[in-house]
């Protein structure tokens, strides 16, 4: 019984590290889809910035998890918000990322992403893909996308040299909820500002 308890364990172990395997490669082929489709035919294209935020804005739809982004963000303000206000957030969250982002990424301008493997998360269902940018100065640019695999692949954050997007944000939204009269509200109503 001991010896047929010991297979069935191992023959499990082979599967789950073959699992890990497999979703470590679709990870890193999803993130090569997502700069090669996306953000380097954007950043380099020859096309207005009004164009290119309108391109961001639909890679942003397609690629990222917004609600997941949107709810970690907020933190443990997203439990005390309506669903209106929710809604509202993500809205203009990802509105003012998408300027903010397309601005970022443009001092990736003719450059390409080299992939340097993946790399475990503590968390279930995600994994983070490794890429360096070489730079006209210096050290190449690490840039590290967090991938979660719920069904499908989308992004829930970008660490560009050790600076989480998704971290940044959370720490300074919950930092001004904190001080603004009207809570999220004042948020949204900052958010809309800051992106016109």
Known sequence: MKKLCGFLFAVSLLFSF???????????????KVTNEGIE???????SMAEKDARFEKLFNEYFDLNYIGKFVLGRYWKTSSEK?????????????????????DEFKGKSFNFVGTTPSSSEGQIF??????????????????VKDDGS?????????????????????????????????DLIKDLKQKSK
């Open 85 to 105: 206000q929710r809604a509202e957030f993500i809205n203009v969250y990802c509105d003012f990322n998408t300027k903010t982002w397309s601005k970022r990424f």
């Open 18 to 32: 073959k699992a890990v395997a497999i979703d470590s490669g679709q990870a890193e082929s999803f993130i090569k």
């Open 41 to 47: 035919q954007i950043v380099n294209s020859d096309v």
């Open 129 to 146: 893909v490794n890429t360096t940018v070489n730079m006209d100065q210096g050290e190449p640019a690490k840039v590290v996308w967090r």
């Open 153 to 185: 692949l989308k992004i829930v954050d970008i660490i560009i040299e050790n600076v989480s997007l998704a971290i940044t944000a959370r720490n300074e939204y919950t930092a001004y909820i904190k001080q603004a009269p009207n809570g999220v509200d």
